[in-house]
């Protein structure tokens, strides 16, 4: 008999979606308390509804004129398409920095461990548990989410992926031991792995829809993350827990040591996620780096970013993720004492970093939802940025 569940903590929400504020930050100032934060190189005080870390000192002009100025340049012909890109990524800085928290969702008893937006609903995200329940959640409508009760104990969703051939489907691994295709209303229409035995469980997953191929790791072999590059669908990186990324030929795998390229880390590996063009690479250790490694040369991280967000037993795993659209990665903080540049009273944010710099361009915080937040993803199309909490 599982063992009977704790109650609801709804003061604590699991998930919460963030949405440009149509205040300005400068009207939300009075209503705001005046935390202490750290940023990149300093520590200054900053407004808690949302935290600036430097971004006053890389001089951005207004946004309305950075992007009409980039525009007419490369009409022009005298900018490149990176420069565009570039005045498009520091008008959005301008917009994240309003952004607060407009819905709230406490739906589980147990943490938050998995997150995935849908493909084609920008305000539809499915979030799995510890205890195996699944809601399905359109923040865009007045109904309450669609909750699909797990098994509790032992049954944690470890990763959840849309079906794109079907957006009524999803791809759920789970510690129950499967890997496996269910509908919306719960009922699982196919089963891809089944362990039949409580010594092997499913830690991640990964879909190809062109190759209509599903890929998962177990913990046998102690992989944490898989991932496949959304411009070749043969190439897959794997991040595991004895402290290495792998990338893998699935057209060649021959067994174990048949992997292209191996990339040692430090530290046990929670997760390893390419970039939306395929070009690069981005790791999550258990400790304190966040890595990004380049097509070009895959033998050498191309940039290494000091963070913390160590590891415990009983906190999901902190990830960093891309944004879809601009060069940026957001990341939850830890923070740890032992850190080197850590500060008195350090929050735990949001953090924002550039993919090129590997410079904090912002901090997000909210004080009614100070936890830990493991999970941060931006939906497909960059607007919303969904958080979820892991302890």
Request: proline share 7%.
């Amino acid at each position: 008999m599982a063992p009977r569940k704790r109650p609801e903590a709804p003061k604590t929400p699991n998930v919460a979606a963030r949405l440009r504020s149509k205040r300005s930050p400068r009207e939300l100032e009075p209503e705001a308390k005046k935390l202490r934060v750290k940023g990149s190189g300093s520590s200054r005080r900053y407004d808690s509804g949302c935290l600036w870390a430097g971004l006053a000192s890389l001089q951005v002009p207004p946004p309305s004129s950075s992007i009409v100025r980039a525009l007419h340049q490369y009409k022009l012909g005298k900018a490149a398409w990176p420069s565009l890109q570039q005045g498009l990524q520091q008008s959005f800085l301008h917009s994240l920095a309003s952004y607060r928290i407009f819905q709230k969702a406490a739906p589980f008893d147990r943490r938050a461990t998995s997150l995935a937006w849908h493909p084609t609903h920008p305000s539809t995200l499915a979030v799995g548990s510890k205890g195996g329940d699944i809601m399905l959640w359109n923040f865009g409508i007045k109904e309450k989410p669609t909750f699909i009760k797990g098994i509790g104990a032992g049954g944690s969703i470890t990763a959840l992926k849309f079906n794109l051939l079907n957006t009524n489907q999803f791809f759920a691994s789970s510690m129950e031991g499967t890997t496996r295709l269910q509908d919306f209303k719960g009922n699982t229409l196919r089963v891809f792995t089944s362990s039949d035995t409580c010594n092997v469980w499913f830690c991640s997953l990964d879909v190809s829809a062109n190759s209509r191929m599903v890929v998962t790791g177990d913990n046998v072999g102690h992989t944490k993350r898989t991932a496949l590059t959304p411009c070749c669908d043969w190439l897959l990186a794997t991040a595991s827990v004895d402290q290495t990324v792998k990338l893998w030929d699935l057209r060649q795998i021959r067994g174990k040591a048949s992997f292209l390229y191996s990339l040692p880390h430090r530290h046990p590996v929670n997760s390893a996620c390419f970039s939306p063009d395929g070009a690069r690479l981005l790791t999550t250790d258990q400790k304190s780096e966040i890595r990004i490694y380049s097509a070009s040369q895959w033998d050498c991280p191309l940039d290494l970013i000091p963070h913390p967000h160590r590891h415990f037993q009983h906190l999901t795993p902190i990830k960093a993720t891309w944004h879809p659209r601009y060069n940026l990665i957001v990341v939850g903080r830890y923070p740890d004492p032992n850190f080197k540049s850590c500060a008195p009273y350090e929050l735990r944010t949001i953090d924002v970093f550039d993919g090129s710099s590997g410079k904090m361009m912002c901090q997000l915080y909210d004080p009614e939802s100070s936890g830990i937040i493991s999970l941060n993803e931006f939906n497909p199309i960059g607007d919303t940025l969904a958080s979820a909490m892991g302890e």
